[in-house]
Nanobody, 127 residues
């Protein structure tokens, strides 16, 4: 059973930066693409960013492109999300999870989580 533990959230002013981390237990971390997701109050969960197994290919939602950077350290079983130029609309609970093998769904309606969801980490951006 793999457990995901997100951290690094907090309260920041618009224009500020945060770096989120997601530590995964288990030995299969490097076998799967990983990603960050977020859910704002009253809204559906959405895919924010995705990184393939080796870290050589990434995807970003249009709303964060150019501001957020996803990376991973397979030796540490950890995936990161560097968030710069934060906006109030980035306020949400951020989660990480993995894609199942050979799955490349980029719409939340098509996405099937590989692991149980963790607690997430709250990001609040004030204007």
């Amino acid at each position: 059973q793999v457990h995901l533990a997100e951290s690094g959230g907090g309260l920041v002013q618009a224009g500020g930066s945060l770096r989120l981390s997601c530590a995964a237990s288990g030995r299969t971390f490097s076998n799967y693409a990983m990603g960050w997701f977020r859910q704002a109050p009253g809204k559906e969960r959405e895919i924010v960013a995705r990184i393939n197994r080796t870290g050589g290919m990434t995807y970003y939602a249009d709303s964060v492109k150019g501001r957020f950077t996803i990376s991973r350290d397979n030796a540490k079983n950890t995936v990161y999300l560097q968030m710069n130029s934060l906006k109030p609309e980035d306020t949400a609970v951020y989660y990480c999870n993995a894609w199942r093998s050979s799955d490349y769904a980029l719409r939340m309606t098509d996405y099937v989580p590989n692991y149980d969801w963790g607690q997430g980490t709250q990001v609040t951006v004030s204007s």
